[in-house]
């Protein structure tokens, strides 16, 4: 298996960056990582709060446990700061995310390359 596809496989299925570790682009592959690991905190600690306030609320008394009450408070939209931050934060993951991919092909191709013509 040649270093490019190696990187992609890397890339897609571990996580953005970790192809261009393994091609020793570690700069890139910091890069990457770190807007990606932003992005996916923003993502959770936005999952994570909602569920806590779903669960408040339920321990409250204020919403049956019901699946339709809850399936109408999951579908109600965040307002504010944090919907700006989660439409933001998903495009950013998603973007680094075929960007690493793009990007540790075409680092693994010019090493596969060099690698041939000495």
Not at 9 to 27: D, E, N, T
Not at 70 to 80: N, P, R, V, Y
Request: include cysteine; aromatic fraction near 6%; hydrophobic fraction near 50%.
């Amino acid at each position: 298996m040649t270093k490019s596809n190696k990187a992609i496989l890397l890339s897609a299925l571990v996580f953005p960056g970790a192809g261009h570790f393994f091609l020793k682009k570690r700069i890139s592959g910091a890069v990457l990582a770190a807007a990606s690991l932003a992005a996916l905190y923003l993502i959770v600690a936005d999952m994570v709060e909602r569920a806590q306030q779903i669960v408040d609320k339920i321990l409250s008394g204020e919403v049956a446990p019901d699946v339709a009450a809850i399936t109408e408070l999951l579908s109600s939209q965040a307002t504010g700061n944090e919907s700006q931050l989660l439409d933001i934060a998903w495009p950013v993951l998603i973007i680094c995310w075929l960007t690493g991919i793009a990007d540790s092909y075409r680092c693994g191709r010019a090493q596969d390359k060099s690698d041939v013509n000495p």
